[in-house]
C-alpha cells in the first residue's frame, strides 16, 4: 500500500485532515477546484459563537497547507478519473489542473495584473455582492496567492482564439498581422509570467487512501419563488449578508444594500428558506442557519446601532456549546426582534421590500417593509458531489450528501474500504463538527498506513495468535 | 373543434356577462360548445378531508355525464374547473374511493374524464397565435392587470395548469388581445373567497389591497376567470369604498375583453351587472370600441 492520501476539497475539513495526516510524517495530495484554498470559510466575517474573524482563524492553518513540504497542493484543479489496483488497493488518480495562464513559478504574487486588469465580472466568490477582475484571486488572502486568468470573459484570449480561428480577420485595416485585443496584464507584469498559450495540465498520482470533502452550495434563490425567485436585488442569501460584512469583502465591511448602496435600516433575517420543506425546498434541517442568522443579526446591529434586525424563525436550534448563550445575547444585548412564524411572501415595491409572515406568538400576522432581507437558504451538496461519489463508487443519499457506512459509529467511513468522508459533503454541520471529521477521518487514514507498518503489522500478529 | 360545456350555477345567474360572452368568444373562434344535457351544481367546494366521498358524488355525477358525452369536459367558472378537476385527479389515483362512489350513483363513472379549463382550450387547442390573428380591434395601450386568485391554480400538483407563484395563461390571453399587460404582486393573493358571505369585512380588506396594488403599477382594469373574484374585487367599489372616488377598477372577465378585441357585437360583452361600469375606461382609448358595432372583417 502507497502510505500517501488524497484528500478532495480544500475546505477546513479537507485543510484539518491534510494537515494532521501530513504532520504524522505521510504525504499528501490535496486536489481544490478553486484558485485557492479555504472554501466557504474564506467567505466568511466571523464565525459563531465566539465572533472570531475567520480569516484570522483559517489562515494560519491555510498558510501552513500551502508551505508543508509534505502536502502536494493542486488548486484550479479537479480529479478527472480513478482507477484502483486490485492487488494492492491503491489508487491510480487522473487529476486535471486547468490552465490558468500564468505560470505560478515565476508569478511572485505582486498583484499587479489584477490591478491593471480593465475588466469586471460577476464573482461567484462574492455572491452577488460584487465584481471580480478577469485575472484575479479570490481574496487578498489568498493560499496560493497566484492569480487565474477567466479564459471566458478575456478579451484577450478570445480575441486571440478567434483571429487563429478565422473568425476574426487575420490582417489588420493597415495590412499588419492582427492583434489581440488588451493583454494588460502582460504588459505589466515584472517577471513575465502571464502565458497565453498554457494548457490544461493532467497530473496523475498513486495514492493509498482518498479523503472526500468536497463541500456544499446553498439551494439557489430561484426555486423560491414566493420570496422572489432571486431577481429583487436586495433580496440575499447568507453567504452574500457575510460578504457584505466581511472587511475583506466588496463594501469593506460596511453593511449597504446591493441596489443603491444605501444604509439599511430595516433589516429581515428569514430562517429555513427552502429547508425542512418537503413540497418545494429540501425536507431536512440545515443545522447552522438559526446560529449564523443570529451572528449575521448580532453583527449587522453593531455596524448600524440605530437599524432594526427582525428573525421570522419557526423554532430555533442552538444545540452547540456556548449557543443558546449566542441567541439569547442577540435578543436581549443586541435587540434583535425574534418573530415565531413562517414567511409566506416577499415582494418588492418601490424602494422598499415587503415581507409578509406572522407571528405565531401573539397570534397575527405582520407586514414588515424592509431595506434589505436575508434568506438563510438551505445547505446543499455541492455541485459535482455526485460525480465525484460515482468516481469512487460510492452512492449519494436522496438529497445528494455521501452515505456513511453507518451514520451513528461511522460517520467519517465510507462502504468503499480506503475512502473516507468529512465535512458537509455529508450533510450540514457547523465548523467545530467539521474539524471533528476531518481529524477523525484523518485518524482513519493514518490508522491504515500505521498497520501497513512492519513492527506494528508484526504486533497485530502476535497479538491475534496469542 | 367541438367539446361539452359545463356551465354551472353562477355563469347561469350572477356571472350571466361571463356566460354570454364566452359562448359568443367560443363562436367566433369556431369552438362549438355542447352543454351537458343533465348537470347540477358542482358542490363549489373540495372537501378538506380525504375521505368525504359524499361532497364528492355531486363533480363526479358531473364526469359521468360528461364521459357519456365524449370524455372531455370544459369549463368558464375557475371554481367549477377547481372541484371537477380535483375530483378527476382524486379518483384516478384511489381507485378504491371511485368504487365507493359508484355504489351511491346510478350509473358509474369509468375514471376517465378530461376536465380542462377554457383557458386550456385558448392556450393548446386553439393557440394564441391563432387568437391574435383572429383579434380585429387590438386594445392597445390598454393597462389590464391579470387576476388569478387561488382557485384556478392551486394545488399545483392536482390542478397543474400553470406556474402557481409566476402564472402566464392570463398574461398571454391579454397580449394576444394586445393589451398591456400590468403584473403586479398581489395578482395570486386571496381574495376572501366565501367569506364574502360569512365574514364580508375580510374580503372587503383583502380586495382593497389587491386593488391598491394593482392600481400603483399603473393598472386601468382588472381581468379573472373566477366570479367569486369577480365579485369580491367589483363589489366593494360599489361606493367607492376604496381608495380615492373616481379611481376604481373596473373587474371584467378575459372572455369579455375577448369579445370586445375580436369585434363581436355589443350585446355580447356582457357588461351589465358589474358595480364599476367597465365601459368608462374604453373612452378615450379607441372611439370605433364603443359604438358596438361588429368590426367588418379585411
Redesign the interface.
Known sequence: MIERALVIGAGIAGIQASLDIANSGYEVVLVEKEPSIGGHMAQLSETFPTLDCSQCIMTPRTVEVGHHENIRLYTYSEVEGVTRDADSGDFNVRIRRRAAYVDWSLCTGCGVCQEKCPFKVESLFERGIGPRKVAYTLSPQAVPNKPVIDADNCRYLQSKWDIEAGRLPAVDKSGKPSQPKCGACAKFCPTGAIVWDQEDQIIEEQVGAVILATGFDLFPQARL??YG?GLIPNVVDGLAFERLLAASGPTAGKVLRPSDGAKPLEVVFVQCSGSRDPERGVPYCSKICCMYTAKQAILYKHRVPEGQAYVFYIDVRAGGKGYEEFLNRAQEEDGVVYLRGKVS?I???GDKI?VKGADTLSNRTVEIHADLVVLATAVIPRLGNSQVAEMFGLSADENGFYVALNDELEPMVSPVPGVFLAGTALGPKDIPETVAQASGAAAKVLSMFQRNHPKVEELLLEKAGS | MSITFFPGCTLSTKAAGYDRSGRAVAQALDLTLEDLPEWQCCGATFPLSTDNSMALIAPTRLLTQAQNAGGHVTTLCAICFHVLRRTQHFLENKPEMLERINWFTEEPYDGRTRVSHFLELLRDELTWEMLSHKVVRPLTGLKVAPYYGCLLLRPQNEIGLDDPDSPKILHDCLTALGCEVVSFPYQTECCGSYLAVSKPDLPERLSGDILASARRNGAQMIVTACPLCQFNLDYPQREAAHGMPGSEIPVLYFTQLMAIALGLERESWGMEGHYVDPLPAFEGFQQSTLSGQPVAEG
Open positions: 419563488p414566493e425567485s411572501r415582494f418588492s415595491e415587503i
